[in-house]
């Protein structure tokens, strides 16, 4: 016979002690690490590749959890159409696999899904999944979810400068009125807040041409784990690196201000 030992109180999920003006608005993530995983189990690159899809749906439901307000993954660069034929075939089908298979629960959890890169190259199928999963759930209104695929920083930034520079020979727009805000507006993230936390996985420090404008304030957090392997409690402590992050946004730290403000004895005492 069992016996189940009556909790005193519940045990609060994790991160519940943290109130949401902690929590980071939109998360962006590198899931790097997927041919690694496989390779180090001698299977075929592409089976990696099937269980960071997994792992996309684990991170995208917690999320959904933590009421974060967006979730931009870094699925396919446009650097990596130099990869292997066979794996590049192998990914743009994952990629329609997996679209076609989770759009009843994006639209089931309220996900709104947007991608962000060049349609240029893309199979139609892939093309195809794609628009029918932002037409799906276009009117969701929870976790925007934005998927980078084909997508490349530099480019991104080029076609924005190229649509406000058509805007400015047309008289539509004045020089002299192009600011941040322009470009933020043209660029593929437009009406997204910026990320406040960049995850990359895999341990490489480098962000690989990802959101180079939007992250340019982000706190970024690397971890050795391979995508796969990413859990939810990864993710946890990735929140929890970022809480712990002053974000000073160019001005002086809390902690600066404070010692600006100290009394001269006290100054005198610290020297």
């Not at 496989?38 to 099937?50: E, N």
């Not at 749906?57 to 979730?71: D, F, G, M, P, S």
């Not at 932002?134 to 490349?152: D, H």
Request: with cysteine; glycine share 6%.
């Amino acid at each position: 016979m069992l016996h189940r030992t009556p909790s005193l109180q519940p045990v609060p999920a994790p991160l519940d002690d943290l109130q949401r003006t902690h929590l980071p608005r939109h998360i962006a993530a590198i899931m790097d690490g997927n041919g690694r995983w496989a390779t180090s189990r001698g299977m075929p690159r592409l089976v990696g590749h099937r269980e960071g899809a997994a792992t996309v749906r684990k991170i995208v439901t917690e999320c959904v959890r933590l009421k974060i307000e967006a979730l931009t993954l870094y699925s396919f660069s446009s650097e990596n159409w130099k990869r292997p034929k066979e794996e590049v075939a192998g990914l743009m089908e994952l990629c329609a696999e997996f679209l076609a298979l989770e759009r009843p629960l994006m639209v089931e959890q309220d996900i709104r899904f947007r991608r962000i890169g060049s349609r240029e190259g893309l199979p139609p199928r892939v093309l195809d999944e794609l628009d029918e999963t932002e037409a799906a759930t276009a009117r969701s209104r929870g976790l925007t979810l934005c998927l980078a695929m084909n997508y490349g920083s530099r480019t991104e930034i080029a076609a924005a400068a190229q649509q406000i520079a058509f805007k400015v020979e047309q008289g539509s727009l004045r020089a002299e009125d192009v600011t941040d805000r322009t470009i933020a507006e043209h660029l593929y993230t437009a009406g997204i807040p910026d990320p406040d936390l960049l995850v990359r996985t895999a341990g490489s420090f480098r962000v690989s041409n990802f959101l180079l404008w939007q992250i340019s304030y982000a706190e970024i957090h690397v971890t050795d784990v391979l995508w796969p392997d990413f859990a939810a409690s990864d993710l946890h402590a990735a929140i929890r690196d970022f809480t712990r992050r002053e974000r000073k946004f160019g001005e002086l730290g809390a902690s600066v201000v404070d010692a600006k403000h100290a009394s001269p004895q006290r100054n005198a005492n610290a020297r």
